[in-house]
């Protein structure tokens, strides 16, 4: 109660206006080539991810999709290859399942291969709770600890490359935790669960592990970013009720714009060179952002990055 009414007091309504403000900016675009880097993207089968993958390709990258779904990823990959001729591959695992991601990550270190861009995209939303087999909240899990693990497994790596940017595609939707994570209830077994307030925790956990990987990151030629890929149409949400895929067809898709949005700005801040160097920041789609206050403490940071190593069985 003391840390919602702390961080409510430090709310600036003009980061409000500022958001507002930054969603009908106009994205910059970059048209630079990308020709044999590599890029590994979480959840390229569906929407933002797919569309990302693709756009890459289309600049001469080479593509490692993470996903859960072979068949798709098969199809995917070969899409890719046969659209851009460029490689493309894919790795398959379920976020759902802490081994799946530690599998992947083992399989990028085994590899040795160089990765210039590394894009946390894979996400859900769920109106319902779940309970993951490894006993977290399903989106927690997807969204946080799946970027969390690969990250720390390939942060040294990375490091010593020099040279790579790693992007969360995060959300505006961060702010639906405005009084903070709950740092004593990250499995929602205290409190009423609410879709919104579970997507908004999983969010502002990545922001706040930004935070820690920045800090190990710096002028290191690494750089780490988040970025609101805009409000598009994709498969999120699909999994919900009928209640719930009948307001998100006859309100929200009507109102949402290609994914292909989402797409270019992943290319610009993974590519342009206006971003080279520039770490630890949130993007709405590629306008720099302020934070709000619950999305910056470092306290809360630090805490969250000891209980994630501990839940994911890391050191
Ligand atoms: N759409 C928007 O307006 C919007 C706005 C802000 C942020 N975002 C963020 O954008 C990202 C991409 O979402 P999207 O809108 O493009 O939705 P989407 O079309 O549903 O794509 C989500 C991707 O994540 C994958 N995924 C879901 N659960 C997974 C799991 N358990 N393990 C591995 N992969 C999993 C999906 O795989 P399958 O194909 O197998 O389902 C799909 O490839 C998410 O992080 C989302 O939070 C979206």
Redesign the pocket.
């Known amino acids: 109660m003391i840390q919602s009414n702390k961080y409510l007091k430090e709310y600036k309504f003009k980061n409000i206006l500022e958001m507002l403000r930054n969603n009908r900016a106009t994205p910059k675009k970059c048209t630079d080539d990308f020709n044999d880097k590599l890029v590994v993207i979480?959840?390229?089968?569906?929407?933002?991810?797919y569309c990302t993958a693709r756009e890459y390709a289309s600049h001469g990258a080479n593509i490692i999709c993470i996903?859960?779904?072979e068949e798709?990823s098969k199809n995917v990959c070969e899409e890719i290859r046969r659209d851009f001729e460029v490689k493309c591959d894919y790795k398959v695992?379920?976020?759902?399942q802490i081994s799946d991601v530690k599998r992947a990550g083992r399989e990028l270190l085994e590899s040795k291969l160089n990765i210039d861009v590394l894009i946390h995209?894979?996400?859900?939303?769920s109106t319902k709770k779940i309970l993951t087999n490894d006993d977290n909240e399903l989106v927690f899990q997807?969204?946080y600890l799946g970027s969390f693990i690969l990250n720390y497994m390939l942060k040294d790596r990375l490091r010593a490359q020099e040279r790579a940017r790693i992007i969360f595609?995060n959300?505006e939707?961060y702010r639906f935790a405005i009084s903070g994570l709950k740092l004593d209830d990250l499995k929602w077994k205290k409190r009423r669960y609410t879709g919104l307030g579970s997507y908004g925790a999983a969010k502002t956990a990545q922001l706040l592990s930004m935070i820690e990987f920045n800090e190990y990151f710096i002028d290191s030629g690494v750089t780490i970013n988040a970025c609101?890929?805009?409000?598009?149409k994709?498969?999120?949400g699909e999994n919900n009720g009928r209640f719930y895929r009948f307001y998100k067809h006859h309100f929200v898709n009507r109102s949402?714009k290609s994914?292909q949005v989402s797409a270019d700005a992943l290319y610009y801040l993974g590519v342009s060179k206006d971003v080279e160097g520039v770490g630890g920041k949130f993007f709405n789609l590629t306008t720099e952002e302020e934070l709000a206050p619950h999305a910056l403490d470092k306290e809360v940071a630090e805490e969250l990055w000891k209980e994630s190593l501990r839940l994911v069985g890391l050191e």
């Open positions: 979480t959840g390229a089968t569906s929407g933002i991810g996903n859960r779904n798709k695992a379920d976020f759902t995209n894979a996400g859900v939303h997807v969204i595609v959300s939707g609101h890929p805009g409000q598009v994709t498969n999120i949402s994914p």
